[in-house]
């Protein structure tokens, strides 16, 4: 109870700090008599871009509320089963807290997130429509964050916002994933309106918010610290170039934003530990151009040609509420000093731009889920390019972009993301006592043992028995664990019983290990092959090796 309602109070405060922050220090200059000044003449800290001069959008009542009620009832609805990522986020999060923080330090995460499905698990169940509805929470709460936010350019803008928030496929798809993600955008929507109104006014109490939201933040997820890293650039660049009034404000938020990220240092043991023994094994190293491609994808929904367009039509909507305002309600003032570019538009760039490098340095990772950090300034970026057309032209733009959204996520959630489940009751339809399950790799066996009834005797490969998988120094384990040594260890102690092989496919690392593993055990074994691989996001093959006579 105690940390649920802490993760809730958090997951209202970072990213509005943190995005409104870039947008304070990047300065669009729209209602600024000079375009190029960063500052206005009274020396007073810029809250944001003025609202926009056209005429708002007429959405029709019905069919905005109709928007707003499918976008709801999507964020709660996922026939799937819970896939690798989700099953092994219940496991760790069922851990009690010495167990839990023992167990991250082989998976690589901060803590905030299992610790709050944790207690969500305690009250509700670990059922997969239970354990999934916390991110559907957070998603939803993201709808009135993102529109409050978006209130700084304008009603038109807010209410554009709205709808686009409540049809983007990248929220309802992490609105149905029992992961951190929706967490990780509720926050930085919340800070974002914290730092805004931190700087509006900074009291102690809108200090102590932008402190707590940065700090949830930081132990949620490892990429939020670029955006900490890109508010703290923007602060920077006011305390040096502002005046008196702009570089007091500048330095409390700052300081504010620097006390939060300082928690981290109560996580820096087991944080130098994951850098320094789990990384990320089942990723290459990610380039610039993979950053910014799959960055769009994520924010389309998918990685097909759907989402893909979806996700540069709403870059590029976002381009033009960046580069594009109508000072008179008609004529078009193009921007292109950086000094006038809208601040959420530097804070995306600073963001990934930091992030990208330093995983291309130090041969890190990046997943579109990543994107869970900048995803809100795009939607409110593509609200206000919305806002500078026609107003005609603007609600066909919104009618397309709101349904085809729901179209993609559609799409995607009515596909299978694993075939654990599948596997699953097929071994409990034959399994005796005695037989055994093994699993290889071992990342096939969080999704299976979740939906197992029947079995009582696991082996993983590499390592573990299919409920966590280790992370820690995965490559020299993989390398360092012969196939033969593995599969007389499990003969020897199924002795005259059956062995289940779950089998996953093209996982790095592996090569044609899994392979070797099935060809040592049909050296002694019928072999009967019950699964075969479906065309879903974790595919499985089961294969029933029968003791011989």
Same mark, same amino acid.
């Given at each position: 109870?105690?940390?649920?309602?802490?993760?809730?109070v958090?997951?209202?405060?970072?990213?509005?700090?943190?995005?409104?922050?870039?947008?304070?220090?990047?300065?669009?200059?729209?209602?600024?008599?000079?375009?190029?000044?960063?500052?206005?003449?009274?020396?007073?800290?810029l809250?944001?871009?003025?609202?926009?001069?056209?005429?708002p959008?007429?959405?029709?009542?019905?069919?905005?509320?109709?928007?707003?009620?499918?976008?709801?009832v999507?964020?709660?609805?996922?026939?799937?089963?819970?896939?690798?990522?989700?099953?092994?986020?219940?496991? %760790?999060?069922?851990?009690?807290?010495?167990?839990?923080?023992?167990?991250?330090?082989?998976?690589g995460?901060?803590?905030?997130?299992?610790?709050?499905?944790?207690?969500? %698990?305690? %009250?509700?169940?670990?059922?997969?429509?239970?354990?999934?509805?916390?991110s !559907?929470?957070?998603?939803?709460?993201?709808?009135?964050?993102?529109?409050?936010?978006?209130?700084?350019?304008?009603?038109?803008?807010?209410?554009?916002?709205?709808?686009?928030?409540?049809?983007?496929?990248?929220?309802?798809?992490?609105?149905?994933?029992?992961?951190?993600?929706?967490?990780?955008?509720?926050?930085?929507?919340?800070?974002?309106?914290?730092?805004?109104?931190?700087?509006?006014?900074?009291?102690?109490?809108?200090?102590?918010?932008?402190?707590?939201?940065?700090?949830?933040?930081?132990?949620?997820?490892?990429?939020?610290?670029?955006?900490?890293?890109?508010?703290?650039?923007?602060?920077?660049?006011?305390?040096?170039?502002?005046?008196?009034?702009?570089?007091?404000?500048?330095?409390?938020?700052?300081?504010?934003?620097i006390v !939060?990220?300082?928690t981290?240092?109560?996580?820096?043991?087991?944080?130098l530990?994951?850098?320094?023994?789990?990384?990320?094994?089942?990723?290459?190293?990610?380039?610039?151009?993979?950053?910014?491609?799959?960055?769009?994808?994520?924010?389309?929904?998918?990685?097909?040609?759907?989402?893909?367009?979806?996700?540069?039509?709403?870059?590029f909507?976002?381009?033009?509420?960046?580069? %594009?305002?109508?000072?008179?309600?008609?004529?078009?003032?193009?921007?292109?000093?950086?000094?006038?570019?809208?601040?959420?538009?530097?804070?995306?760039?600073?963001?990934?731009?930091?992030?990208?490098?330093?995983?291309?340095?130090?041969?890190?990772?990046?997943?579109?889920?990543?994107?869970?950090?900048?995803?809100?300034?795009?939607?409110?970026?593509?609200?206000?390019?919305?806002?500078?057309?026609?107003?005609?032209?603007?609600?066909?733009?919104?009618?397309?972009?709101?349904?085809?959204?729901?179209?993609?996520?559609?799409d995607e959630?009515?596909?299978?993301?694993?075939?654990?489940?599948?596997?699953?009751?097929?071994?409990?339809?034959?399994?005796?006592?005695?037989?055994?399950?093994?699993?290889?790799?071992?990342?096939?066996?969080?999704?299976?043992?979740?939906?197992?009834?029947?079995?009582?005797?696991?082996?993983?490969?590499?390592?573990?028995?299919?409920?966590?998988?280790?992370?820690?120094?995965?490559?020299?384990?993989?390398?360092?664990?012969?196939?033969?040594?593995?599969?007389?260890?499990?003969?020897?102690?199924?002795?005259?019983?059956?062995?289940?092989?779950?089998?996953?496919?093209?996982?790095?690392?592996?090569?044609?290990?899994?392979?070797?593993?099935?060809?040592?055990?049909?050296?002694?074994?019928?072999?009967?092959?019950?699964?075969?691989?479906?065309?879903?996001?974790?595919?499985?093959?089961?294969?029933?090796f029968?003791?011989?006579?």
């Amino acid at each position: 109870m105690g940390g649920n309602t802490f993760g809730r109070v958090v997951a209202v405060v970072f990213c509005r700090q943190a995005l409104q922050l870039s947008i304070d220090c990047a300065v669009v200059a729209r209602a600024a008599p000079k375009p190029d000044s960063a500052f206005d003449t009274s020396g007073t800290f810029l809250v944001g871009p003025a609202p926009s001069c056209l005429s708002p959008l007429r959405v029709p009542t019905v069919g905005a509320v109709l928007a707003v009620i499918g976008g709801l009832v999507l964020r709660f609805v996922a026939p799937s089963p819970l896939w690798l990522d989700e099953a092994l986020s219940v496991n %760790i999060a069922l851990l009690d807290f010495a167990q839990l923080v023992e167990a991250l330090r082989h998976d690589g995460h901060p803590l905030l997130y299992y610790w709050l499905l944790g207690d969500w %698990i305690d %009250i509700f169940g670990e059922s997969d429509f239970a354990v999934r509805s916390l991110s !559907g929470i957070f998603s939803v709460l993201c709808i009135p964050m993102l529109y409050k936010t978006a209130q700084r350019y304008g009603p038109a803008v807010a209410k554009t916002t709205l709808l686009l928030a409540t049809s983007s496929p990248f929220l309802l798809r992490y609105a149905t994933e029992v992961r951190m993600y929706s967490l990780l955008t509720l926050l930085c929507c919340v800070g974002w309106l914290c730092v805004e109104r931190a700087i509006e006014r900074p009291t102690i109490g809108r200090l102590c918010l932008v402190s707590l939201v940065v700090a949830a933040l930081v132990h949620t997820h490892y990429w939020s610290i670029w955006l900490v890293a890109a508010a703290l650039i923007v602060v920077g660049y006011n305390i040096v170039f502002g005046s008196g009034g702009n570089r007091g404000v500048a330095l409390r938020v700052g300081a504010a934003i620097i006390v !939060g990220a300082s928690t981290l240092l109560v996580w820096l043991g087991v944080l130098l530990e994951q850098l320094r023994t789990t990384g990320t094994p089942w990723a290459g190293r990610a380039r610039p151009a993979e950053v910014v491609v799959e960055t769009i994808q994520a924010i389309g929904g998918s990685s097909r040609f759907e989402g893909e367009l979806l996700g540069v039509a709403l870059m590029f909507l976002a381009m033009l509420g960046v580069f %594009i305002h109508r000072a008179d309600g008609r004529e078009v003032v193009l921007r292109f000093s950086w000094l006038d570019f809208d601040r959420a538009a530097i804070c995306v760039l600073a963001t990934l731009g930091t992030g990208g490098m330093v995983a291309f340095v130090v041969d890190g990772a990046f997943e579109p889920r990543y994107a869970s950090v900048v995803v809100g300034f795009v939607l409110v970026l593509a609200a206000n390019g919305i806002a500078m057309l026609p107003p005609r032209v603007g609600l066909g733009v919104l009618a397309f972009v709101v349904l085809f959204g729901f179209a993609v996520a559609v799409d995607e959630a009515r596909r299978d993301r694993t075939q654990g489940a599948e596997v699953a009751a097929r071994i409990d339809e034959t399994i005796q006592s005695g037989d055994s399950v093994v699993f290889c790799p071992d990342q096939v066996g969080p999704a299976t043992r979740r939906a197992l009834l029947g079995a009582d005797s696991f082996f993983a490969y590499p390592r573990g028995d299919g409920i966590l998988v280790d992370w820690q120094n995965y490559a020299a384990t993989i390398a360092e664990s012969p196939v033969g040594e593995f599969v007389s260890n499990v003969l020897v102690e199924t002795r005259s019983n059956d062995v289940y092989l779950v089998r996953g496919l093209g996982y790095k690392g592996f090569d044609d290990r899994c392979e070797a593993v099935h060809a040592g055990f049909a050296e002694t074994r019928e072999t009967v092959e019950v699964v075969v691989p479906a065309g879903v996001f974790e595919p499985m093959a089961l294969t029933r090796f029968e003791a011989r006579s």
